[in-house]
């Protein structure tokens, strides 16, 4: 999706659930558009079955029972497109905005153009297996069925080569990865295809009468005519073996106007050297398999990593500090997105680990770009503290404190979005005295979240000759460093994007 004004997308929210893309696609003679249960096609239905996601709204999707999780949304596809009378799948609801595929146990396929803002992780969910029955209705869901997002790699949208790849927030339970087919120059003219997700946003479709009717001379893009629609935006697009050879970038206008109502935009005959716009798989794979730290059977790289990771990008081998009051320098470009905070991170990440031996208070502000911190005792301990935007105006820069009690901290400088650059992290450790014998100690697990509540005290801007209060300066040099902690105070809510 491209970036339009505030105003045009409080628009389109108020009409849609998410607005997933504006390129949709078209049907080609004959829509060929099959419920998988009834597809002929072993094979293809067994791929649907195992690898296909859809795309949906957080909000719509209703998880308080594991075993009978329940998709909320009740619009159809007739009252959303004001169809006519006949239109096939009418009286289907359509919740979903793009389609994905599984590539390897936390990692999935999709569209650039699907997760080009931060909101497209943050507040959506993938569901496998939503699709309808025999009977008519649509298919159980449960728990291992639905993932949410915990960051994005090899993200790319110029128009014509369009990927990504969501790192799942676990690894998936219950469905396998599809076969991966690179053809370093593209495929033939004339290869059969099929189309294999979510059109429109209603339960996931199976398309095998498209081919392949160009290819670009560099291999990375291609068109075919596969019967596809908005919402097929990031399905796969496999050959009649099973094998994922592609995705749908994008392509026509969906309906046309049939005089008072709307009807399938039907392009008969089909062209021999147009249709909808396709990116082939090995543009996307050399881009996620480069990005540092990725370990995947999907690269061929011998089970390691293609490219080793960076310092500090994964918690388990974070970046060893002194509790020593400094400002840090450095930059996330080339970090993997691999974890995330309660209050957001959808971008890269790094990681910094300290040890405390007595009780001290903590602080800690980023700037440079829109950042997220957040505090965790351990990898896997409870989040301590979590903070988004000091300048809410422009989204910028971040900090949190909290009183930790001796023991291993990790502290996480994580991006809001894909958009990073340099920054700079100032910490401070201060030494606080016991409290009384009479008060309750401080739990280091229960600090507070950037949720409106009290936060703590905070840590004053890091950077050098910064008032504070009534003319006051904090330094920023070494350990002579005169660190101040301002009182406590209520962090504002976060301004929502």
């Not at 009286?91 to 080009?116: K, V």
């Not at 503290?385 to 105006?393: E, L, T």
């Not at 703590?456 to 101040?484: F, H, I, N, S």
Request: hydrophobic share 35%.
């Amino acid at each position: 999706m491209r970036s339009r004004s505030s105003l045009a997308c409080l628009l389109l929210l108020a009409c849609s659930p998410e607005i997933a893309a504006e390129r949709a696609p078209v049907v080609y003679a004959e829509d060929g558009r099959t419920e998988p249960h009834a597809h002929p096609s072993a094979t293809l239905r067994a791929v649907a079955a195992r690898s296909i996601a859809m795309k949906i709204g957080a909000r719509h999707v209703d998880r308080s029972d594991p075993s009978d999780v329940r998709i909320t949304y009740r619009r159809t596809l007739r009252e959303a497109q004001e169809l006519c009378d006949g239109v096939a799948f009418a009286d289907q609801i359509e919740p979903g905005t793009c389609s994905g595929t599984l590539i390897d146990a936390q990692h999935l396929l999709t569209a650039g153009h699907c997760m080009d803002t931060a909101r497209d992780c943050d507040e959506s969910l993938w569901v496998f297996g939503f699709q309808m029955t025999p009977s008519g209705e649509i298919a159980p869901l449960v728990a291992d069925d639905v993932y949410g997002c915990a960051g994005v790699l090899a993200y790319f949208d110029d128009g014509e080569i369009d990927h990504a790849v969501v790192r799942l927030d676990r690894p998936v339970v219950g469905h396998s990865p599809a076969e991966l087919r690179v053809e370093p120059s593209g495929l033939a003219r004339g290869t059969p295809i099929a189309l294999i997700g979510h059109p429109n946003g209603i339960p996931m479709k199976i398309d095998d009468g498209g081919a392949i009717t160009w290819t670009s001379r560099d291999g990375a893009s291609a068109r075919g005519t596969v019967d596809a629609f908005s919402g097929n935006s990031g399905s796969g697009v496999f050959d009649h073996a099973g094998r994922l050879v592609a995705l749908l970038r994008g392509g026509e206008t969906d309906y046309v106007d049939a005089g008072g109502c709307n009807v399938v935009n039907v392009i008969d005959p089909p062209p021999a050297d147009d249709g909808e716009g396709l990116t082939y798989l090995r543009p996307a794979l050399e881009a996620f398999c480069a990005s540092p730290g990725v370990s995947s059977p999907a690269c061929d790289c011998g089970g390691e990593p293609c490219v080793p990771e960076l310092e500090g990008d994964r918690c388990d081998a974070a970046e060893v500090i002194a509790p020593v009051s400094r400002t840090l320098t450095g930059s996330l470009v080339g970090y993997a997105p691999l974890d995330r905070g309660e209050c957001g991170g959808a971008g890269p990440e790094r990681v910094y680990a300290f040890t405390v031996s007595e009780r001290t208070a903590f602080g800690a502000r980023s700037a440079g770009f829109d950042t997220v911190l957040y505090l965790r005792a351990g990898c896997d301990g409870p989040e301590i503290a979590c903070h988004d935007d000091v300048d809410r105006d422009t989204d910028r820069g971040s900090q949190l404190s909290a009183v930790l009690d001796p023991g291993t901290y990790h502290l996480f400088l994580d991006a809001y979005d894909a958009d990073v650059d340099t920054y700079t992290l100032a910490l401070s450790f201060e030494p606080v005295a016991p409290p009384d014998a009479g008060s309750a100690p401080v739990d280091a697990g229960s600090g507070a979240r950037d949720a409106g509540r009290d936060a703590g005290p905070l840590l004053a801007d890091a950077g050098p000759e910064t008032p504070v209060g009534g003319g006051c300066r904090v330094g920023t040099r070494g350990g002579g460093a005169a660190w101040l902690l301002i009182l406590l105070g209520l962090l504002g809510a976060r301004r929502r994007r």
